[in-house]
């Protein structure tokens, strides 16, 4: 893959699927992740579409691991390869996988994926639970980021949100702020939102006895 040789990548991670004895083994889930981002550098629309899907297919525990870094980016760009072959209907679903089922957002009915596309507001999304109970964005970690600026961008992150901003907003804002403080610190391009990123913050209702 660094050479510039996807193609190549891609039949060597196909390889790994299968041991010595013919059996399929290795990591069930990751294989054919990283098989399907190879085929789409290589410009193989059909395989990596093919491999991505398999990627999302498996059930397993252990996949967390990776879905915490892959997963968003790889329903993204399914759904721009979709887009691509006009497949609309998979394209959207693709897109819009982490819109929680049923929530009300100003906008979110004419939100469109292109100038044409309407995203749908009762799409099953991947993290049902945290739908239910009205997560709309969540922010995650693709790394391993130091203490000391992941502080800084956790604070500077509710400083913007609590100003009004946008989540999608807070979140860049924050990220240009300690990479400027600190410059030579990788955490800032760590931290990526999936979800609805124009939501905004609402004040806390107090409590009776608050």
């Known amino acids: 893959m660094a050479e510039g040789r996807a193609a190549d990548a891609a039949a060597l991670y196909r390889r790994a699927e299968i041991g010595g004895d013919g059996l399929p083994e290795g990591c069930v889930f990751c294989a054919p992740a990283f098989t ?29 691991s990776l879905d915490r870094w892959l997963l968003a980016p790889a329903l993204k760009r399914l759904g721009e390869l979709y887009e691509a072959k006009g497949d609309n209907a998979r394209a959207v679903s693709h897109y819009t996988a ?31 639970m945290a739908a239910a109970a009205g997560v709309g964005a969540f ?53 990526v939102g999936s979800g609805i990123g124009w939501l905004h913050g609402v004040a806390a209702k107090e409590t009776a006895g608050g």
Request: hydrophobic fraction near 45%; charge should be neutral; proline fraction near 5%.
């Open 36 to 64: 399907g981002i190879a085929y789409d550098r290589a410009n193989m629309a059909d395989s990596a579409i093919a491999n991505l899907e398999r990627y999302l297919a498996v059930v397993s525990p252990g996949r967390l």
């Open 139 to 191: 922010i995650g970690c693709i790394g391993l980021p130091s203490d000391d600026a992941a502080r800084e961008l956790g604070i500077a992150f509710h400083r913007e949100l609590a100003g009004g901003a946008s989540a999608a907003e807070s979140l860049w804002r924050a990220r240009v702020e300690v990479a400027k403080k600190r410059p030579d610190d990788a955490t800032p391009l760590l931290y």
């Open 98 to 128: 982490f819109v929680p089922i049923g929530i009300s957002v100003e906008g979110v009915k004419n939100r469109t994926v292109t100038d044409s596309r309407t995203v749908p507001t009762n799409v099953f999304g991947f993290l049902d």
